[in-house]
């Protein structure tokens, strides 16, 4: 771990026990993460992003199979603590989370200022007062009119409730937010400002970022480093830059495909077929079903090669195959 | 109304719009407001939630209404699909003014529009199967029960639902976001309408399955000579699937443009706002802010005097935006632009 580091994440699992089998939703996922760098976890519908995030921050469902691995926070394997420990010293203090839909989650008979200064009030031992004023330091970060800590969700906009919320996951000063799909319900301007927001808060507080979503465009607004999921594993981690510039993976190639462009002319293309059941993920590579350039070696499964230093999940990128193809190339 | 005066009216009606021009729909001033009433002192005013809005539709043509949050997209669709009264003004579709039609004329008015709703996930009953789905419209119009199983089986193999037994017997929850998205499209096709209006038809799905509906949707109406509307706020998706964008703010339409007229020549400073704010992937956009307008969308209820987006206009004309509202002003044919910089 550098000095920098903030999180390592390590063959992290989660399996959720249903009627029809175990869904392998997070299936040993291993990243690490910077202190004031941003990742971005892009992926479709379904592929275990948000388990990700519930299992990083153990906010877990009843019916959990297994859950194992490493989440390494400041050089403390936080999977070691007890439930109790992890509320009182992780959740909120070291990491907090806007979920998935928060804006719609808000507690409709709370006044939102009251409702921001809870996890201040419940984790640290402060005044209502100086929570308050807090909750306005961070009102002004994210943009919400000072009046508004006296109103209720309801009397807000859609914009205006989901700057509550990450006002509310900034207010106990964690050094890691993650947030869950914080745009993707919201108009284009609302999200402009939203990201707007985002950015000025990893800039001037030096926090570091989990932003989940399937908004390829959007994320790239933030982004260090993007991690592409794929039917709960990684199978791309690499710098925005060279991400943005041309992925490696094939199918992180055809989700930059997919993307319409408004400012180049480029028809979209969308990924036939659809991503394999986690019930029973293929043993093989997850995706050789819907790849272009399938050949016999990718019914094992592939593991996360270095590829440059960029990190990708498919036997294209094996030191033995790309020797092979360059023999090819030189007869 | 008995059946003969309403003949009469959509004769009249064919007459005054001059139907032959090749407009399927026609919408002529058309403001639909609700009332806002307080406890116990009666109204409290009025939301005009679309309010003094024209536009001819062609047959066959797909146009884009894209603007904020609130803007009035979805009240102006729900008028068209005659779930709403015009408060004032008129919409018609193939001569039908709705709001003129009795229960009988509306069943029949409507079963010529397909609608797509905002919300995928909320659109099919949970309790019924992809079959009884599909059956529910052919019933209540009355088809007869030997031709259903057909039409059903065709408005699925358009859907590209296939294999259709596979489907027929599933229920909602058994299905991906885009297959519900589909069984929504087939339900709206089958009635075979002239028109389909789809609001926000892609915003709950991801990337790849928005292109495919997206597509399927253009598909449909290149075969069928379909007539779509489609409202989204996402402008990177308009340029691909529809001929003209109109643009809508505070319940007016503000520009109206062929879609690469309105991408590359922008006119309206509101759409100047939507479009600096919509990216393309690029790492270089984490290196600085988007630019916005400052404020928020006004309220429907008092709304701006003059020009509505003056408040947040950058180019705001003193003592002429706030004061007198523009007409649209036409700088190149078709192009169409509700602004005094255009004048
Ligand atoms: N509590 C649970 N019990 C059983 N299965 C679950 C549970 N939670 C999630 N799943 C399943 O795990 C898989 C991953 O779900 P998850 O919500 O993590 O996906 P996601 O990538 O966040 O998707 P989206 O983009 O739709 O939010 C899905 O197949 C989902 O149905
Ligand atoms: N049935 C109703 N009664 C009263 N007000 C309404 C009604 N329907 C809509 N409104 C109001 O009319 C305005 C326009 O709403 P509408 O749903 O048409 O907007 P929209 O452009 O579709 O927004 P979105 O992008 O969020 O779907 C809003 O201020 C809304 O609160
Ligand atoms: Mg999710
Ligand atoms: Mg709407």
Known sequence: MTDRSLLRVEDLVLYFRTSGGTVQAVDKVSFELQRGEAMVILGESGCGKTSLAKAILRLLPRNVHRYSGSVILDDMDVMQLDDEDFRRRVRWIKMSMVPQAAMNSLNPVLRVGDQVAEPMITHFDVSKRDAMTQVRRMFEHVGVPLDFVKRYAFELSGGMRQRVAIAMSLVTSPDLILLDEPTSALDVLTQANIMNVLKRIKKDMDASFILITHDIATSSELADRVAVMYAGQIVEVDTAENFFDEPLHPYSKKLMASVPRLRADQEPEFIVGQPPSLLNPPLGCRFAERCDFRFEQCSEEPPLMDKDGRQVRCWLYAKEYEKMLAREAGV | ?343
């Open chain 2, 1 to 343: 109304m008995s059946d003969s005066t309403m003949v009469e009216e959509q004769a009249i009606d064919t007459e005054e719009t001059g139907q032959h021009n090749g407009a399927m729909l026609q919408i002529r001033d058309l403001r639909v407001w609700f009332e806002l009433r307080r406890f116990g002192f009666g109204r409290a005013g009025w939301v005009r939630a679309v309010d003094g809005v024209n536009f001819d539709l062609l047959h066959g043509e797909a146009i884009a209404i894209v603007g904020e949050s609130g803007c009035g997209k979805s009240t102006l669709m729900k008028t068209i699909l005659g779930l709403y009264q015009p408060t004032d003004g008129k919409v018609s579709v193939q001569g039908d003014a709705v709001g003129k039609l009795g229960s009988v004329g509306l069943k029949e008015y409507r079963s010529k529009i397909g609608y797509v709703q905002q919300d995928p996930f909320g659109a099919l009953p949970p309790f019924m199967t992809v079959r009884a789905i599909l059956e529910e419209p052919l019933a209540i119009n009355n088809v007869p029960v030997h031709e259903r199983a057909e039409r059903i089986k065709k408005a699925m193999v358009e859907v590209k639902l296939t294999p259709v037994d596979d489907f027929l017997g599933k229920f909602p929850h058994m299905l991906s976001g885009g297959q519900q998205q589909r069984v929504v499209i087939a339900r709206a096709m089958i009635l075979q309408p002239a028109l389909i209006v789809a609001d926000e038809p892609v915003s709950m799905l991801d990337a790849s399955v928005r292109v495919e509906i997206l597509k399927l949707l253009r598909a449909l109406q290149e075969s069928h000579n379909l007539a779509v509307i489609y409202i989204t706020h996402d402008l990177s998706t308009v340029r691909y699937f529809s001929e003209r964008i109109f643009v809508m703010y505070a319940g007016k339409l503000v520009e109206k443009a062929p879609v690469l007229s309105l991408l590359r020549n922008p006119e309206h400073p509101y759409t100047h706002a939507l479009l600096a704010a919509s990216v393309d992937p690029d790492a270089r956009n984490a290196s600085s802010l988007r630019e916005v307008p400052p404020g928020e969308p006004p309220s429907l209820v008092h709304p701006p005097s003059g020009c509505r987006f003056h408040p947040r206009c950058p180019k705001r004309i003193e003592g002429l935006c706030a004061e007198e509202e523009p007409p649209e002003f036409e700088s190149h044919p078709g192009h169409l632009t509700a602004c005094w910089l255009y004048k």
